[in-house]
């Protein structure tokens, strides 16, 4: 005797073998068993018994017949006045559910001799109006166990079986339909949510747009884009997205140059399934993040955007698929630094999203806008509000951006393990900073002395614990330039304190670098320095570099 765990049937299948073979579903004692009179003597009964199992503990677990059983029918038992013979239905086999069962332990069912009217079996009719019934099986009474259990059997009546099997194969297909309605397909809810929180995340939806940019006809990229300023005066509204929309090469490294095609057509995907066209106002390759304007009859929300976002908090992504459907997610800001071919700026969160979610927002508990999501790998990145504020300010009093360019990988020392950072305190007085991780050949740092390994603990003599900190200080760096000049061809001088860790000193050099709006390329070698013309000529203050202990 065998068992296998089912959920409580009230009612049973019965399937027999020849030699004496049986197998069934006890009636309300929930496990799925076989029982073989005779294996010895009959092993093809045996092997078919075995095959008639598997096929019901398929139907109880999917609810569907089993691969292979369609063409199969279970063999009779030789005729035996003892027990009632049992005709083997010619199509395949579904057992009942626990409703349609109605029979009680010990108790034998009627006997199924008549064919049933076609509209008895419930989801027979295969109008979308009608009632969704799973069919009942056509069972009688096989035979009672000596503990008064009884196994029941398909009817032998072939009329009424071929009846069952058509009404079962519409009710599968009906709920297969009903699996794709929008109220009753599978959720993938996992987390706990009040109901405040959900009215709160379906307000904030109202600001997530989807964009698609199309050239020469063709669909270059479609991206999810937030609503952050709607002037009612003018009846127009500018989103905030990512050049990616418009990027038509786009290399894997961060560092490398990229091109976009800004004369692209860019369509705005309404919630109301309408579609405007919009203007292209401003973009930063080096942030990637760019403006729209839409302009029209329109009716839209916005989301504020929020410096402050700390390492570890509590956040949640909203953002558009292709469909215009919502995605959302809840996250953590990850203590995690970009990779190799990723730029210093960029945040991190679990994610994943799908590549149309670049553009879309995270956002703090209060619904405000805390960073920009990117498609990245491994791991989702953001770029944090505060430095998409500063460069929209920067833009809207010089319409340019201007950014140092230092030359530098970095990397956060917060982010080591605690014994290593506590036995750099301890050693070395330096707890907090910016780790060097790679050079681009010919900078200024560089020819300076600063190596990989070494630690900037300072930018213009403020304290930087942080990259998105060190952003900010190059940026004021260029607004403090622009309010001077407009010209972005001079150079700027860059104070930076570093701690050499081979040396073990301390010093505090200036760097002459150029400013830019453009995206910082990185040049991993000379001979590929020297092809963007950067020679590396030392210029009047590039040996201004003061020691200091």
């Known amino acids: 005797m ?3 765990p089912t959920q409580p049937q009230s009612l049973t299948h019965c399937f027999f073998v020849d ?26 009964g045996f092997i078919a018994c075995i095959r008639f199992c598997f096929a019901c503990i398929w139907s109880n677990l999917f609810g569907e017949v089993a691969p292979e059983s369609t063409t199969r029918s279970p063999p009779r ?13 010619r199509r395949s086999m579904e057992e009942t559910s626990e409703s349609d069962s109605g029979s009680a332990r010990g108790t034998k069912r009627k006997r199924v001799t008549e064919p049933r009217d076609r509209d008895s079996a419930g989801s027979g009719s295969d109008s979308s109006g009608s009632p969704f019934r799973r069919p009942k099986a056509p069972l009688m009474p096989i035979c009672t166990e000596e503990d008064g259990t009884v196994l029941y059997g398909f009817t032998d009546d072939q009329d009424v079986m071929d009846r069952y099997h058509d009404d079962m194969q ?8 009903h699996k794709r309605m929008l109220t009753l397909a ?6 706990r949510r009040t109901f405040k929180e959900t009215e709160s995340v379906l307000k904030y939806a109202e600001s997530v747009l989807s964009l698609s940019a199309y050239l020469d006809g063709k669909m270059i990229n479609q991206c999810t884009g937030i609503v952050v300023e709607v002037d009612a005066f003018r009846n127009s509204a500018i989103i905030l997205t990512s050049t990616w929309l418009f990027c038509t090469k786009k290399p894997l490294d961060d560092w490398t140059k990229k091109e976009y095609a800004t004369e692209a057509k860019v369509n705005v995907h309404m919630l109301d399934d309408s579609t405007l066209e919009c203007r292209l106002m401003f973009f930063s390759e080096h942030y990637e993040i760019a403006f729209f304007e839409i302009s029209g009859d329109i009716s839209l929300k916005t989301l504020s955007l929020e410096c402050n976002v700390e390492l570890g908090q509590d956040v949640f992504l909203l953002a558009r698929d292709t469909n215009l459907n919502l995605i959302y997610k809840r996250d953590k800001v990850q203590l995690v630094d970009p990779c190799e071919h990723q730029q210093n700026h960029y945040q991190f969160l679990n994610g994943p999203i799908p590549q149309c979610g670049t553009g879309g927002g995270v956002l703090d508990a209060g619904g405000k806008i805390v960073g920009m999501l990117f498609y990245k790998l491994p791991l989702v990145a953001f770029i944090p509000s505060s430095l998409i504020l500063k460069c929209s300010t920067m833009w809207q009093h010089f319409r340019q951006l201007a950014r140092p360019q230092l030359g530098l990988k970095l990397r956060t020392l917060a982010f080591l393990d605690i ?18 991780g790679e050079i681009s050949a010919k900078c200024d740092a560089e020819k300076l002395g600063i190596r990989a390994g070494d ?3 300072s930018c213009q003599k403020e304290r930087v614990s942080s990259i998105v900190q060190l952003e900010h200080v190059l940026l004021g760096v260029g607004e403090e330039h622009l309010q001077k000049s407009n010209d972005l061809s001079s150079k700027v001088e860059v104070e930076i ?10 010093r505090f050099i200036t760097l002459r670098v150029g400013l830019s709006d453009h995206l910082e390329v990185f040049h991993s070698d000379d001979e590929d320095a020297k092809a963007e013309g950067n020679t590396g000529e030392e210029g009047p203050a590039a040996a201004a570099c003061e020691a200091k202990p």
């Open 2 to 4: 065998f068992g296998f």
């Open 19 to 44: 030699g004496g073979c049986f197998a069934g579903v006890r009636a309300g004692g929930g496990s799925l068993r076989w029982r073989v009179d005779d294996e010895d003597e009959d092993p093809q």
């Open 77 to 89: 038992l030789p005729s035996d006045p003892g027990k009632p013979a049992a005709s083997s239905p």
């Open 170 to 177: 519409k009710y599968i297909k009906k709920r297969d339909r």
């Open 186 to 191: 599978p959720s993938s809810v996992t987390e």
């Open 419 to 436: 014994p290593r950072i506590e036995l750099m305190s301890r050693k070395f007085s330096i707890s907090s900073g910016l780790i060097v």
């Open 455 to 457: 630690i900037i603990f």
């Open 497 to 506: 304190g570093v701690f050499h860790v081979r040396k073990r000193i301390q």
